[in-house]
């Protein structure tokens, strides 16, 4: 094995344009495969990460509001739903939060907005509220106060420091109404964030959507360890809370944007396999140009005595080397330039940056790092690069040595 492999390397560099060409086939596939599918996958994880991080990864809800998402559905928190929740094996956060829709009004102006109340100590860590207000500042649990939109503010024509008057329907048909000052003014990414939703202290939302008896909430938001626990989490959850409550996926809660991304997906799978069809006859075309090149060496080697067999071996081994070479050449300068992306994301501007930012998306572009990511593009190309080996094992079994010579 060791003399063929000897022989193999030797007849590689006999021609070395040929080979030269052949790896850079290789190279260009598994650069361009990995830059491509690096830049998808990012995009994706970047979309779902954003849509958890304000859903959670599991909603708890009274059982229907899924599909009719009234406030009428709301139901009233206990210790004993609190406890069974986060003592479930795998989760790491439960938020409570009571939402609705209300009428907010400012001097001549009015504007529907969502009210979502939360305990704001917790919210801010997962939101990091505090660090988007640009005016004004946060507010205690136990202020009647409000933060609203830049947008919203800006359309109320409202500051921080005015008070600002909500009114809708609370629960079991009671008007619900109040008036609260303007604590601060935050900045999503998303422009429809900022005109039209409301935070408050989850005590406030409460008093405001049910003055009577406290503790009503419309969800409870989960947070999980590991996405991959999602399945397992969410069977123990509705086992431990029963008929009465549903416990809901962040695939269901966020079925649009997965929708999206699976479109999008199939569209990038298709630009990859023209580019793997490509890739393929490219090496295909070297290969069958080395093997027609080669055929006075095959009548020479075969009439002295050697094997078919071993040459079969020999031209396995040549595409073999050419495939290694190529694939080692790709990773190796397109992995630094992957991990910098992934660090440092391109920005996106015009309207492709609104788009993102209609679905609270910073607009940037983010590139994928992971070790599956290269894994797999190593496998297709390689197996692709394999797949030319059929051509030389066919063409040697086949091989007439008297006609090689008399050509």
């Known amino acids: 094995m060791k ?37 998808q996958l990012g995009s994706y994880a970047q979309m779902i990460s954003a849509g ?28 004993q739903l609190m406890q069974k929740i986060e003592s479930t094996e795998g989760v790491t956060k439960a938020l409570p939060r009571a939402e609705t829709f209300s009428l907010a009004s400012f001097g001549e102006k009015t504007k529907g907005v969502m009210i979502t109340g939360g305990d704001l100590e917790r919210e801010d860590s997962q939101l990091n509220l505090s660090g988007k207000i640009v005016r004004g500042s946060m507010i205690s649990d136990d202020r009647q106060a ?13 500051d921080t420091g005015d008070s600002l008057v909500l009114i809708g329907q609370g629960y079991h048909g009671i008007t619900a109404y109040g008036i609260y000052k303007v604590s601060g003014i935050f900045h999503f990414p998303s422009n429809e964030i900022n005109g039209s939703v409301v ?36 069977r123990n959850l509705k086992k431990k809370l029963g008929a009465a409550f549903e416990v809901i996926s962040w695939k269901t809660i966020l079925s649009d944007m997965l929708q ?19 890739a393929a006859f490219g090496i295909l075309s070297t290969v069958l140009m080395m093997t027609m090149e080669k055929r006075k060496q095959y009548a020479v080697m075969i009439s002295i005595g050697m094997k078919r067999s071993r040459l079969v071996w020999v031209s396995v081994m040549e595409i073999i080397i050419i495939t290694f070479i190529g694939i080692l050449a790709g990773v190796a300068v397109i992995t630094p330039v992957i991990h910098y992306l992934h660090s440092n994301p391109i920005p996106i501007t015009g309207e492709m940056a609104k788009m993102y930012l209609q679905f609270n998306i910073d607009p940037v572009l983010p590139f994928s790092n992971s070790p ?21 094992v066919i063409y040697l079994f086949r091989f007439n040595v008297l006609n090689a010579f008399r050509h």
């Open 3 to 39: 003399t063929l492999l000897k022989i193999a390397w030797r007849s590689l560099w006999r021609n070395r344009r040929r080979t030269i060409l052949t790896g850079t086939s290789v190279f260009i596939a598994i650069v361009l495969a990995l830059f491509m599918r690096s830049m």
């Open 52 to 79: 958890v991080n304000q859903t959670g990864y599991l909603q708890v809800h009274d059982t229907g509001y899924q599909d009719n998402q009234t406030i009428d559905r709301a139901f009233f928190e206990t210790p």
């Open 146 to 158: 409000v933060l609203i939109g830049d947008k919203m503010a800006e359309y109320l024509g409202i």
């Open 199 to 234: 935070f408050m202290s989850l005590q406030q939302a409460q008093t405001f959507i049910y003055p009577y008896e406290p503790g009503i909430l419309t969800t409870v938001a989960v947070f999980v360890d590991n996405e991959k626990d999602v399945p397992v989490i969410r």
């Open 260 to 278: 999206a991304i699976k479109i999008d997906n199939m569209s990038g799978q298709l630009m990859l396999l023209i580019l793997y069809v490509i």
């Open 372 to 392: 599956v990511l290269f894994v797999r593009q190593i496998a297709i190309i390689a197996g692709l690069s394999m797949l030319s080996v059929l051509y030389p």
